[in-house]
């Protein structure tokens, strides 16, 4: 049984929710991965930006399926999620959480094929260049190739040197692999394909193999769609599944301040 503390908050704990002007704003401009961003207004760019898509939307009899197209999950979760709204309506429940996805280079990891990497940050918006959480991530195929994870790494030397460098990328101009240490596969979250919902569901790899120094086991469930997420982190009995910690007041809710899926390489 895997020990390991929080690993699921060193994550996504944070998951934004945007008030509803952002959320009018992120509806205006819609589907970031797919169109190209509001900061961007040349014509070329725009071009660019879907011929990319194009390009990665096409595989195998000239479609690719969702359940493992890693390039429209980076896009998704690349940004920075706040839940200042929920935070707003009941201030005794939610903190006002950022949570950030800064894509890395597609050679970051330099013993292995090229993948999606991110370095991320959980912060208080009142504190952003003190992030309670920060790790890098890496979305993978899970062993039997027909869904995706997203396997953890902790950050085991002078993490803070890169303290708000998802806010500022130049920031993490040293960070390499050789400060990683992978985390346990049985903590990697799953993510799997919802075709009637239009959405990724994501979930702890089964087997109740994540155990948490509080107790139990910990399960997370997750939601990512275009332009929304959600996290609830949940502690259950080994033995009778009950939930022993969590959320009582449901998941965290997000909505992007900002979207960074412009920068989301091309494999």
């Known amino acids: 049984m895997i020990e390991l503390s929080n690993l699921h908050q060193a994550l996504f704990i944070g998951s934004p929710i945007l008030g509803r002007d952002a959320r009018r704003r992120h509806s205006e401009t819609r589907n970031r991965c797919e169109r190209v961003p509001i900061f961007h207004s040349s014509t070329r760019v725009a071009q660019n930006f879907r011929t990319r898509m194009s390009s990665k939307s096409t595989e195998v009899g000239g479609q690719m399926s ?43 990891f330099p013993d292995s094929a090229l993948s999606f990497a991110f370095y991320t940050e959980s912060a208080y918006d009142y504190n952003l260049s003190q992030p309670y959480k920060s790790s890098v991530i890496r979305i993978s195929l899970t062993p039997g190739g027909d869904k995706m994870e997203l396997v953890s790494y902790k950050i085991t030397k002078d993490p803070e040197e890169f303290f708000y460098g998802s806010r500022d990328p130049t920031l993490l101009e040293s960070l390499d692999a050789d400060r990683l240490l992978a985390l346990p596969c049985g903590c990697n979250t799953v993510y799997e394909w919802d075709t009637r919902s239009k959405m990724y569901r994501g979930y702890t790899r089964p087997g109740k193999q994540c155990r948490m120094p509080k107790g139990g086991y910990l399960s997370s469930e997750i939601t990512l769609r275009e332009g929304h997420y959600t ?18 007041a449901g998941p965290f809710d997000f909505y992007p301040d900002e979207s960074f899926a412009h920068e989301v390489p091309i494999l």
């Open 231 to 248: 996290s609830w982190d949940l502690g259950k009995d080994e033995e009778t599944d009950e939930t022993v910690w969590g959320a009582g």
């Open 66 to 108: 969702e359940s493992t197209d890693q390039y429209k999950l980076a896009c998704w979760l690349a940004a920075d999620w706040s839940n200042k709204e929920q935070a707003i309506e009941n201030p005794p429940f939610w903190s006002h959480i950022r949570v950030c996805f800064r894509p890395l280079p597609a050679s970051f």
